[in-house]
Each structure stands twice: as C-alpha cells, then as structure tokens.
C-alpha cells in the first residue's frame, strides 16, 4: 500500500522553527524529485521548494529562500523541511508531493503522489 504521510505542523511564534517530515511506504523517494508546496487560505498553492532527483540539488523560491531547507534520509526513505525564521506569511497549509522524474514542475498533477498536508500557523 502506497503511502506518503506528513507530520510536524503545528503553531509557532514569528522567528521559530518547524520540521516537516513526509515518509513514503510503497514506493522509494530517491526515484523522485520531491516539491514542496503550500497553500494559503484564498490562495493557490505554490511550489516553494524542490529536491532534485537529478542532481540531489535543491531549490528554493525567493519568500523562503535561505530560510527553508530540504533533506532526505535515505535509511527512514522521508524527506524533511526545515522551516528557520518563520514569519506570519508562511502561515499556510503544507504539502510535499513527489514526481517521478528529475526535476520538479509546477504542474501538480504531474506529481504521482502527496501527502495529507499539514498546517503551519506562525503567530505570537
């Protein structure tokens, strides 16, 4: 059974931090890019950050640049963002996604598999 499940949201003040996790069963994450997305009450959902398949790089947009990073631990077959210095606009719903290719797109549904989201609210 394919699974891809999310943890690690929850309610923190401006300037902390968050780990998400996203673990995958039924299926290995190094065969895919892994997008990271969020999405605001009234807003689309954006792509913020990406893991390479290709070159086991990463990127970032802007907004979240410097501040957010990506991992994966190959062992525990997850993938991890760590979210520093958050500020209320990242107050969102966060979603990893995982496509079976080298890159990633903006294209969700070009994504074969996402988690369940989970909410990241940043407030004092």
């Known amino acids: 059974q394919v699974q891809f499940v999310e943890s690690g949201g929850g309610l923190v003040q401006p300037g902390g931090s968050l780990r998400l996790s996203c673990a995958a069963s039924?299926?290995?994450?190094?065969?895919?890019?892994i997008g990271w997305f969020r999405q605001a009450p009234g807003k689309e959902r954006e792509r913020i950050s990406c893991?390479?398949?290709?070159?086991?790089?990463?990127s970032y947009v802007d907004s979240v640049k410097g501040r957010f990073s990506v991992s994966r631990d190959r062992a525990k077959n997850t993938v991890f963002l760590q979210m520093n210095s958050l500020k209320p606009e990242d107050t969102a719903v966060y979603f990893c996604?995982?496509?079976?290719?080298?890159?990633?797109?903006?294209?969700?549904?070009?994504?074969?598999?996402w988690g369940q989201g989970t909410q990241v609210t940043v407030s004092s």
């Open positions: 996604a995982a496509r079976r290719a080298g890159l990633c797109d903006n294209a969700l549904q070009s994504y074969y598999y």
């Open positions: 039924g299926f290995t994450l190094r065969d895919y890019s």
């Open positions: 893991a390479r398949r290709s070159d086991g790089g990463a």
